[in-house]
């Protein structure tokens, strides 16, 4: 059989984080539990309320000629990061 040599690469510099189980008694984590049908729908109905009214939002800014901004932003942080 043929001896293999192999070619030295070289290093990398770039770190690279190692996994190591601490406690193994805790290797597997319990499933969180799944959240109701009811719960599921009021979180569908918030979030479509908020698509709403923003889309009305920003409808009535688009017919008033202004910018679409969250008007509970202060005019002070909308300076700051227009600054960047």
Known sequence: M???TYEKRPRSLILA???VRVDES????PLPP???WQ???VGWL???AIQI???IERGLARLLHR????PRRTRRSREQDARG
């Open 2 to 4: 043929e001896e293999r």
């Open 17 to 19: 984080p190692v996994f």
């Open 26 to 29: 805790r290797r597997v984590l």
């Open 34 to 36: 799944r959240p109701s």
């Open 39 to 41: 719960e599921l729908v």
């Open 46 to 48: 918030r979030y479509q």
């Open 53 to 55: 009214r923003w889309d």
């Open 67 to 70: 910018s679409w901004i969250n």
